[in-house]
């Protein structure tokens, strides 16, 4: 059975037709969705974009994570550095296992040097150009004066990695030019030239939904008929409270995201099928995910936040399908989180896994036998949350950096599944049990989340000598 691992950057789970949203436009997840097991309490571990794809390539939690910054990156976050020297990737245990594997990307932040997010992979592919990716070349200046023009008057965010995103689509000239549909593409094109007799294993990553939210007018225009470019630059990076937008600006901001899942799942489609076609969907297991979702007006905020680990932030849309359709059209409850995605995925493979992978198999849910977590513990730089059935429980579990106002956040699933009030001062001998529940599942973890990176040492080691050279008597 081959696999095909597809994961989506900043995807809300509710912005997904088979989610239950009655408005969006999301006919290939959809389909996608009447194939599979589709698992409703699905949440992230560690958060952002590299901690979760670091959970989910290794099945591994990482949280408590350490702060370790590195020189070659200027995103600077708990937990955001490369894969250990210790782990296991699903790619590498594949090989073990005779397969081939490809990785197709467009998530920079996974490329920067030292990294290593290709590591185990057979082929690679970078589809370079996302967000503030350094690539294209042209004179800021001079964009900068565009970016205005193009604003029409209005204030326009012009820092210097949204002028050199904007440097980097300069060529565009149609939807087929987005990186979604390179990504995609590319993936499809490997996908039609495979002819070998091993199995694969394909890993599609996807920055989009990511911001800048900036689709093809066509795609925003389908949840407002009226914007116009100049309105999609409100989509771009806006701010992260909507008390700095007027109503209308945060309606394009919606309108852009919209927009962007959109075109999203047109693309996922594009490769589902080829898939079809090329008779693959008969034997390979497929996964679709995000790392994480955003906020969207909710609480007045906008984007993801160490301290938004909400259901708007922290839930997943997860779909997993079987080629013998294996649970199809089941919507499974119970907490499963990335961790569980590389041991399930090797299950239905036939394979166990790696030692190291600390996850669960989560299949025995949608067979009905049970199996899901009691809890689940999601991470953002130093804050975290401790999810049950009926509580949220949100604070610092770590020093906050100086001059940070810490905050403190209960929500009560049961009276408000949206989590939008905090009822933490209601309810005191609540978030004190959660947070000694919080308290000691960190401490039982922490022994499990270290390692060590970008080492050059393999084994022992020795000291170089020149014993070896070869000598000759000069004296004849």
């Known amino acids: 059975m081959n696999l095909l691992v597809i994961v989506s950057d900043t995807l809300r789970w509710d912005y997904l037709g088979c989610y239950g949203n009655a408005w969006i436009e999301t006919p290939n997840l959809d389909r996608l969705a009447t194939q599979s097991a589709l698992f409703l309490d699905a949440y992230a571990e560690g958060l952002p974009t590299i901690p979760a794809r670091r959970v989910i390539m290794t099945g591994r939690n990482i949280v408590p994570f350490a702060y370790r910054p590195q020189a070659s990156d200027p995103v600077q976050l708990h937990g955001w550095h490369p894969l250990f020297d210790e782990d296991v990737t699903l790619a590498e245990h594949l090989r073990e296992h005779d397969y081939v594997s490809a990785f197709f990307n467009d998530v920079y932040h996974m490329m920067k040097p030292g990294k290593n997010f290709h590591r185990g992979f057979d082929h690679w592919f970078w589809i370079r150009g996302q967000e503030g990716d350094p690539w294209a070349l042209r004179d800021p200046a001079r964009v900068r004066t565009e970016l205005r023009r193009a604003a029409a008057g209005r204030p326009v965010d012009s820092r210097a990695w949204i002028i050199q995103h904007l440097v980097n689509r300069q060529s565009w000239k149609g939807e087929g030019d987005t990186l979604v549909a390179q990504t995609m593409r590319a993936a499809a094109g490997w996908l039609r030239d495979y002819t070998l007799k091993n199995p694969f294993y394909m890993h599609v990553e996807c920055f989009d939904p990511h911001e800048p939210w900036d689709p093809p007018l066509e795609y925003a225009r389908k949840y407002d008929p009226k914007i116009t470019p100049a309105d999609i630059l409100d989509g771009h990076i806006p701010p992260g409270h909507v008390s700095h937008l007027t109503k209308r600006q945060v309606k394009n901001c919606l309108t852009t995201y919209a927009g962007e899942v959109t ?42 936040g160490q301290d938004r680990l909400r259901n708007q932030c922290t839930r997943l849309p997860l779909l997993i399908r079987h080629p013998k359709r294996l649970g199809a ?24 896994a790696p030692k190291r992978c600390l996850g669960r198999n989560m299949w025995p849910l949608v067979e009905g ?15 975290a949350c401790f999810r049950t059935r009926r509580w949220n429980y949100v604070c610092p579990w770590t020093p906050l950096p100086e001059g940070w106002k810490p905050r403190v956040d209960l929500y009560d699933l049961a009276a408000d599944p949206g989590e939008l009030t905090n009822v933490v001062a209601d309810h005191p001998d609540v978030a004190g049990d959660l947070a000694a529940r919080l308290e000691a599942e960190l401490k039982k973890h922490a022994p499990l989340t270290s390692g060590t990176f970008q080492s050059l040492a393999k084994g022992a080691g020795h000291a170089f000598s020149f014993d070896a050279l070869p000598r000759f008597d000069r004296r004849r």
Do not use: N
């Open 263 to 304: 075109l999203v799942d047109r693309w996922v489609g594009h490769l589902l099928d080829t898939l079809r076609e090329t008779g693959h969907d008969r034997d390979t297991l497929v996964v679709f995910t995000s790392d994480h979702g955003c906020m969207l007006g909710e609480q007045g905020e906008i984007h993801k």
């Open 329 to 352: 059209g089941k919507r499974v409850s119970g907490f499963v989180q990335h961790q569980d995605i590389m041991p399930t995925a090797l299950a239905l493979l036939g394979l166990a």
């Open 369 to 383: 036998k049970g199996g899901g977590r009691r809890h689940a513990v999601s991470a953002f730089g130093p804050y």
